[in-house]
């Protein structure tokens, strides 16, 4: 800050002012322009945009959202025939990837970028500037003292100059005046906010554009390679290259799950054997809800489990087909639904269908069973069986949870009482062959992701922070100290020292360390005895 | 000490807590309507004398919009010693009721073997500690009049009362997600920055009610109950200070509170930020405390409309804890 009026002394901010607008030039094509840009880089243009954002995040909050609950939406869809779809349209069941979301955060972040490039030019110039020249008027100040001393001013003006340098002020000295300031640090930390806010906006949409999720259901026994058709579900980023996968794979060998009294879930384990690219020999890992395997930049996450009874299946001809059949839980208790579908029985193709229950309570009355905890305690498998077509070959794709196809189906026994097997029991299918309920085993489901943006976001999350703790707790003020010797520079004769501060925010705390400096300052000139009652601000 | 001792210990304690804060709300209260009273006296005083002072002045000052109330009178009186009692006294039993709402939060976490903030209630009560001890802090510090008690003691005894019936949750065990010790750092974070954007918004709400008053006084008018509170409160201008002093030392707490959740919720669930409905609702408070504190340096939103904003944003923060959690079913739908 070349020049430097009383006006300038008091802005205490390199925050640009409020601009009046310049009356522009009729004739001119970019005034419209230029109006329009810095309407929207002005702190109101942002208040309002910020208001619209937290406003706009509300329907994602209390519509279900397909990006969160893909199920929910459909099931809203049934539930409001009329109005989902018109809903769906103005994507309010994707609200947070919709465009007018999208226009209202990138508007605001043009705004916030706008601002900053000229907030970040001012404060490098008032970086590297002296602080602004001493006012006409210091009494005028929000905090001032004067006293008369009979110290040599020039003597007096270093000795004041090098106290304020060690309380880390920066000091500038004209003549017989200082001026200082502090804090400049208040600004530096609100820009690395606003800067910090601009790099996570980047980390989140680089995670977005080249990220990847996907998710698998793993029995025991059974592997895992990390290859995208190995997934049951995937979510690539936009700009996923399947080349970017980190080549891993992993072995589940045991589930475990311990449960409280009233059937909460305590902890979930599952126990793998890894390896990386290399193929070299497997290495456990305990795999544990909020411990997730890290292999690259790849992680894997613990995300669900339910139970997969073994069976072993004799057709009529005697051949022994065994299989581990993944049961879906249908609530806290893993009363579980399972389908047993096998194709390459002779003869005729053979189905069952029925549920799983861990810890197996059979009404006496009607014979239904249910299941009262969620570990398997007294397991057992009640299923009903099919004999006939699969209708496999359709060549549409069907589902392994259920039966989808029944039209080429006949149950096996009168179809209605199912039969119930408890591990190592065995049912002899009325016209042949078996089914067996072998044992319990479990399966767990596993979300790998990867996210490029991830260390951006944290590095800008943490200068958030600081930038924040930055821009509320330092203060910004300023102090100037004039000497001035009315009698001319006799050696005798009298000094006036003038103390003037100001500050921006925390005038209470300045009030304080003024008080303090101009004592401090009082010791280095010591009043004149008919003066040792000095006029303070305060005093008044 | 059994975990089942320590739980009724628990409850014991938070029973006594709000027994206590209420005598403290009494007390504040007291010695707001003694000094009322004998401010009213002072002011019929002064307006006898006012009314043999010239009536041009008087205009003046009515012009002036200067507070029409006088500042406490030297307190001296015997009424006026008896007032200050009341308020001392309300002052020690806050100071004791926080000590034993910290026994009652520390003994649930000891009866459960973990951190004291695991369901709703726990957190409630966690939260109302959080404002309590946030507000005696800035009583010590002399940043806040004692009076003000009594406005913030209603509150914190129906929510404190509302948590230990409505919500009331036994001690027991957290679910496996809830296992990690980011717990710790996440919860309380958001426990000490949500006790003070509840202070702030209780702050911004007496802001409001002080400048309307102000503004009725500067009419000509006498304000009507509610408003007429309005003289007990302190200046609008020191409440509107104080309000965002709060704000500001809550707001880097909550943005921390933020990431460090993203951060367990990336080691928990795979992903730091989802838009899980309360994640949503925290940044919705988010950005608008971030609205307050810009609003407060934007000319032409100073004051009134800042105070709006806290009042907005502190109900944002209810609807996150309370609305999300009971009626929006997601990932943090834990109790």
New interface residues.
């Given amino acids: 800050m070349t020049v430097t009026s009383d006006r300038d002394a008091v802005r205490l901010s390199t925050?640009p002012e409020?601009v009046a607008p310049r009356p522009e030039r009729r004739q001119s094509l970019t005034a419209p322009l230029r109006r329009t840009w810095r309407q929207l880089t002005s702190?109101?243009t942002?208040?309002l945009l910020?208001?619209l954002?937290?406003l706009a995040?509300?329907p994602?909050?209390?519509l279900p959202?397909r990006?969160?609950n893909p199920v929910a939406v459909q099931q809203y869809f049934v539930d409001h025939p009329t109005l989902a779809p018109l809903l769906d349209r103005v994507y309010a069941f994707d609200?947070?990837a919709a465009p007018w979301f999208a226009a209202v955060y990138l508007l605001l972040f043009v705004s916030l970028v706008g601002c900053l490039s000229l907030r970040v030019r001012l404060h490098a110039k008032a970086l590297v500037s002296p602080p602004p020249a001493v006012p006409r008027v210091l009494a005028r100040m929000p905090e001032s003292a004067r006293w008369e001393s009979d110290v040599a001013p020039e003597q007096a003006i270093e000795q004041i100059r090098s106290v304020l340098r060690r309380g880390r002020w920066r000091v500038a000295r004209t003549d017989l005046a200082l001026s200082a300031e502090k804090g400049y640090l208040r600004e530096t930390g609100n820009l690395l906010f606003h800067i910090s806010l601009v790099a996570l906006l980047i980390g989140?949409a680089l995670g977005g554009l080249l990220g990847f999720?996907g998710t698998v259901l793993v029995k025991e026994g059974d592997g895992f390679a990390n290859t995208v058709l190995a997934y049951d579900d995937i979510k690539p980023g936009r700009r996923f290259d399947a080349d970017g996968l980190v080549p891993f794979s992993f072995v589940l060998d045991d589930f475990q799950g311990t449960y409280?009294d009233d059937g909460?879930?305590?902890?979930?384990l599952a126990k793998l054997r890894w390896s990386g690219e290399d193929g070299g020999e497997p290495q456990p890992y305990d795999l544990?809800?909020?411990?997730?395997l890290v292999v690259g930049g790849a992680?894997t996450?613990l995300?669900g489990h339910g139970y997969a009874p073994r069976v072993r299946i004799v057709d009529v001809e005697g051949n022994v087909l065994e299989q581990t059949v993944a049961c879906l839980p249908q609530g806290p208790t893993f009363l579980s639904t399972c389908t047993i579908k096998v194709p390459d029985a002779a003869g005729e193709q053979l189905a069952f269908e029925g549920v799983f229950t861990p810890t197996t309570v059979q009404d006496p009355e009607t014979a239904l069973v249910t299941s009262v905890y969620p570990a398997p305690d007294h397991p057992a498998l009640t299923v009903l069986g099919y004999r006939g077509d699969l209708g496999l070959d359709s060549g549409t794709p069907a589902s392994v949870y259920n039966l989808e196809d029944r039209s080429g189906l006949v149950p096996i026994g009168d179809g209605k009482t199912p039969q119930k097997l408890l591990p190592g029991q065995t049912w002899d299918l009325p016209g042949g062959g078996s089914l067996t309920f072998v044992e319990t085993t479990e399966w767990a489901t596993f979300?790998v992701?990867q996210?490029p943006g991830?260390q951006l976001?944290?590095i800008a999350?943490?200068g958030?922070?600081l930038g924040?703790?930055l821009s509320?707790?330092v203060r910004r003020r300023r102090l100037w100290v004039r000497l001035s010797t009315p009698g001319g520079n006799h050696p005798s004769g009298r000094t006036v020292v003038e103390v003037a501060g100001l500050a921006r925010s925390g005038s209470d705390a300045f009030t304080a360390e003024f008080a303090g400096l101009s004592d401090r300052l009082r010791q280095l000139a010591p009043p004149r005895p008919a003066d040792a009652a000095p006029t303070t601000e305060e005093d008044r | 000490m059994s975990d089942a001792f320590l739980a009724g210990l628990s409850d014991d304690l938070l029973f006594a807590t709000v027994l206590l804060y209420a005598l403290a709300m009494l007390g504040f209260a007291g010695e707001q309507a003694s000094r009322r009273s004998h401010r009213i006296s002072e002011t019929s005083l002064a307006a006898a004398t006012a009314r043999q002072a010239t009536a041009a002045r008087t205009r003046v000052m009515a012009g002036a919009g200067g507070p029409a109330v006088p500042e406490p009178a030297p307190l001296a009186v015997p009424s006026a010693q008896r007032s200050s009692r009341a308020g001392r006294a309300g002052l020690a039993l806050t100071v004791l009721g926080a000590v034993l709402h910290l026994g009652s939060v520390l003994a649930r976490g000891f009866a459960a073997n973990r951190v004291p903030w695991g369901n709703m209630y726990e957190f409630s009560s966690a939260v109302a500690l959080s404002v309590v001890v946030i507000f005696l802090v800035l009583l010590l510090g002399r940043r806040v009049d004692r009076g003000l008690g009594a406005f913030l003691m209603v509150p914190v005894v129906l929510y404190l009362g509302l948590a230990g019936t409505v919500l009331y949750t036994e001690a027991?065990?957290l679910?496996?997600?809830l296992?990690?010790y980011?717990i710790k750092i996440h919860v309380f974070a958001a426990v000490l920055s949500s006790g003070a954007f509840l202070l702030s918004g209780i702050l911004a709400l007496l802001y409001l009610l002080r400048s309307r008053h102000d503004a009725q006084v500067a009419a000509g008018s006498s304000p009507r109950f509610p408003l007429s509170m309005g003289s007990a409160l302190p200046g609008a201008a020191a409440l509107d200070r104080v309000t965002y002093a709060v704000i500001?030392?809550a707001?880097?707490i909550w943005?921390?509170a933020i990431?460090a959740g993203?951060?367990?919720a990336?080691?928990?669930?795979?992903?730091?930020?989802?838009?899980?409905?309360k994640e949503?609702?925290s940044?919705?408070t988010w950005?608008?405390y971030?609205?307050y504190?810009?609003?407060r340096?934007?000319?032409?939103?100073k004051g009134t409309k800042s105070a709006w904003i806290a009042v907005a944003a502190a109900g944002?923060l209810i609807i996150d804890y309370y609305v999300?959690n009971i009626f929006?079913v997601?990932f943090h739908s834990y109790a």
């Fill in positions: 925050a409020p702190m109101r942002a208040l910020l208001f954002l937290a995040s509300v994602g909050s209390f959202q990006g969160l609200v947070f989140i999720q409280a909460k879930a305590l902890t979930f544990r809800v909020n411990h997730p992680k996450y995300l979300q992701t996210d991830k976001a944290l999350g943490v958030m922070v924040l703790c509320l707790f | 027991g065990p679910v496996p997600a296992d990690s980011w500001a030392f707001f880097p943005t921390f990431i993203a951060i367990w990336e080691s928990a669930w795979g992903r730091y930020w989802g838009w899980d409905p949503t609702w940044f919705i950005v608008l971030a609205g504190l810009h609003a340096a934007t000319a032409g939103w944002a999300v929006v997601g």
